[in-house]
């Protein structure tokens, strides 16, 4: 990464919020939507089955668990994860 792109980053305190996207529990085959596999319900209006939850990627709650491969596509963006 450019020198000078670090500095700046670092200067006005950016930061890569932990997601979904980067959690080990996520999982985002196509798009921004996917699947939680640490979270379950019952969903009624299909069926009355335990099923898991469907997520946005850019949200997360408190099972979040970092997935190392996930991030390394963070590239030097790493040291700015939350």
Known sequence: MDENKLLE??????VVNKSCEFCHYGK???DSW??????????LKHSDKK????IYKGGYCSKYKVDPS?????????????
Do not use: M, V
């Not at 996917?34 to 969903?43: L, R």
């Open 9 to 14: 980053l670092r200067r006005i305190g950016y």
């Open 28 to 30: 985002f085959p196509n």
């Open 34 to 43: 996917g699947t939680c596999y640490a979270q379950t319900y019952e969903h």
């Open 51 to 54: 099923r898991y939850l469907s």
């Open 70 to 82: 996930k991030i390394e596509s963070l590239s030097g963006f790493i040291e700015f994860l939350a």
